[in-house]
């Protein structure tokens, strides 16, 4: 393997004076881009992959409830945005807050809630993260450190800033 004389930050944000060159490495537009997922050990691709899957499976099964009328109110899914949530949680550490939008289901189940209780506020019931009252776009769980979603485009922002 060849090494390249560059600063490159890594995931634990230790800087490296080499880096090798090859597969793990893209350039685009004549920058560099370190393609991080190739560094993950297999246990974490496969975990991300279950999430993955735990997210669609979540949300297929959320449309038939809201097919079914027995989710009430405004529901976002995130089919086909799971992606997203799961790249964004695992390049957090498990203790950081985090705040989410209108189509937060996806980042609350990438940050570790229980799918139970998540379902339970989506049909209103008093088992859920916010005791029924909070629904699709209001769910939040603190024990995990998702302080929740809002129904406000750039609503978030303002709750960042708060916790920072």
């Given at each position: 393997?060849?090494?390249?004389?560059?600063?490159?930050?890594?995931?634990?944000?230790?800087v490296?004076?080499?880096?090798?060159?090859?597969?793990?490495?893209?350039?685009?537009?004549?920058?560099?881009?370190?393609?991080?997922?190739?560094f993950?050990?297999?246990?974490?691709?496969i975990e991300m992959l279950?999430?993955?899957?735990?997210i669609?499976?979540?949300?297929?099964?959320?449309?038939?409830?809201?097919?079914?009328?027995?989710?009430?109110?405004?529901?976002?899914?995130?089919v086909g945005?799971e992606?997203?949530?799961?790249?964004a949680?695992?390049?957090?550490?498990?203790?950081?807050y985090?705040t989410?939008?209108?189509?937060?289901?996806?980042?609350?189940i990438?940050?570790?809630?229980?799918?139970?209780?998540?379902?339970a506020?989506?049909?209103?019931k008093?088992?859920?993260?916010?005791?029924?009252k909070?629904?699709?776009?209001?769910?939040?769980?603190i024990?995990?450190?998702?302080?929740?979603?809002?129904?406000?485009?750039?609503?978030s922002?303002?709750?960042?800033?708060r916790?920072?």
């Amino acid at each position: 393997m060849t090494f390249k004389k560059t600063f490159i930050m890594t995931e634990n944000k230790k800087v490296l004076k080499e880096k090798p060159v090859g597969k793990n490495f893209l350039t685009i537009d004549g920058h560099e881009i370190i393609n991080s997922f190739s560094f993950l050990e297999p246990e974490i691709k496969i975990e991300m992959l279950r999430r993955l899957y735990e997210i669609r499976y979540f949300e297929a099964e959320t449309e038939q409830f809201i097919i079914k009328g027995q989710i009430h109110g405004t529901c976002h899914l995130y089919v086909g945005e799971e992606a997203t949530a799961v790249g964004a949680i695992y390049a957090v550490d498990k203790k950081d807050y985090i705040t989410s939008t209108y189509r937060g289901h996806g980042h609350c189940i990438a940050k570790g809630a229980d799918i139970g209780l998540m379902m339970a506020e989506l049909l209103g019931k008093k088992t859920g993260y916010c005791k029924g009252k909070g629904g699709s776009m209001h769910i939040a769980d603190i024990t995990s450190g998702n302080l929740g979603a809002n129904g406000i485009v750039g609503g978030s922002i303002d709750i960042a800033k708060r916790i920072i």
